[in-house]
């Protein structure tokens, strides 16, 4: 047995709101069914089981989208029913969801807090930057308003939340600005998460692409706020620069992009079709369902892709590289060309923003080492 990580997808790709990068969307157009529609108990019932009683130490389930309240506090009161029911080896539970906060109310906010639910919460910097590509259906109002509205409930409960902000072309140009806001609101814990382009086409054609000229200079612009603030000891916790901190003293990152190879995750659609990555959640990949397969046979059906063996392999510019210790190839999605269908042979290339980490790290390196070097006199 093992830790399991699940990330959960109970609305599959339904939203009340219209992003116009979201890697979803372009996911499921690409594949048979573009919506899985909402999760029934029953399959909820299946996915828990088939998962928490293989798990062994610590289970970690995570509910994504689409926009996962959509499914109702209802459907969670059951989640939170059957993991007490099935989980017969007394796993460390860790529950988390991402929303964008269009829904949260008082009582949302009463059983998330009852239940220890991490959230994450969605916002892409500014309001004009934000509701540049974030629209709520069927609705004039401001994506950004109700992200300030959810947050505040989440203070007003003590809600354990980060800020997930997607960097595109115009966050990550305008970084200085939305890093002050952030400060200036109290957000604390921030996480920033590439932008990416439609699958199969060639990068940085959409108006919002993440271009790496544009991308190196947002890494380097954000350090050096964090680093300022990191010297006044009132930095925000940010999960990219922690786990460069991280690397350099030896720990394994938390993020799979960072450590530069796939994980064993299960993501998880309405319908408990299984696929091994959020970013491959297409037939190609398809592992198998947890209503009529064993968790065992799904395991079977990822080796036979060989989905992680794969991003193990570098070129060798980047075996060769001095930054590979901290850079170790980047996320997977970002290194294939080509077709992106499972069998098609792809060529493993190059980071896409392989100039931009080595800008970053050229000019932030000796900072990461001085505060990973203050970290180990501390002890």
């Not at 007490?84 to 007394?90: F, P, S």
């Amino acid at each position: 047995m093992k830790a399991i990580n699940l990330l959960v997808k109970p609305a599959s790709g339904n939203c009340n709101m219209n992003c116009d990068y979201c890697f979803y969307c372009d996911e499921a157009n690409k594949r048979t069914n573009y919506s899985y529609g909402m999760m029934d108990i029953s399959t909820l019932r299946n996915v828990i089981r088939r998962t928490l009683l293989h798990a062994e130490g610590a289970y970690s389930i995570a509910f994504q989208g689409g926009e996962p309240t959509l499914s109702g506090i209802g459907f969670f009161e059951e989640v939170i029913r059957l993991i007490k029911q099935y989980n017969k080896n007394n796993c460390a539970i860790h529950i988390a969801m991402q929303t964008n906060g269009s829904l949260i109310d008082d009582k949302w906010c009463r059983f998330i807090k009852d239940n220890n639910i991490l959230m994450g919460l969605s916002v892409d910097g500014t309001r004009d930057i934000n509701d540049r590509y974030r629209h709520i259906s069927s609705s004039n109002q401001s994506a950004y308003d109700r992200v300030l509205a959810a947050s505040s409930l989440f203070d007003k409960y003590g809600v354990d939340y980060n800020i997930l902000t997607v960097v595109h072309r115009y966050t990550a140009l305008n970084i200085r600005e939305i890093y002050k806001q952030y400060r200036n609101r109290n957000w604390h814990y921030l996480q920033f998460i590439n932008c990416l382009d439609p699958l199969g086409e060639i990068r940085g054609q959409k108006e919002y692409s993440l271009t790496p000229d544009v991308y190196g200079k947002f890494l380097l612009d954000l350090f050096d706020l964090w680093y300022e603030d990191n010297r006044n000891n009132t930095a925000p916790y940010i999960r990219q620069f922690e786990n460069y901190i991280g690397i350099l003293l030896g720990y394994i990152p938390e993020s799979c992009e960072q450590r530069g190879t796939c994980s064993s995750n299960y993501v998880i659609e309405a319908d408990g079709s299984v696929f091994p990555c959020d970013f491959y959640a297409i037939d190609e990949y398809k592992l198998g369902n947890l209503c009529t397969d064993r968790l065992a046979d799904i395991d079977e059906r990822r080796s036979k892709l060989r989905f992680i063996e794969r991003s193990k392999y570098l070129p060798s510019k980047c075996r060769e590289c001095k930054w590979l210790r901290l850079c170790k190839g980047g996320c997977y999605r970002s290194r294939f060309s080509d077709s992106f269908a499972a069998d098609s042979g792809n060529i493993h290339g190059l980071n896409y923003y392989c100039d931009s980490y080595q800008y970053f790290f050229e000019n932030a390196i000796d900072r990461l080492e001085e505060i990973a070097n203050k970290l180990v006199n501390r002890k």
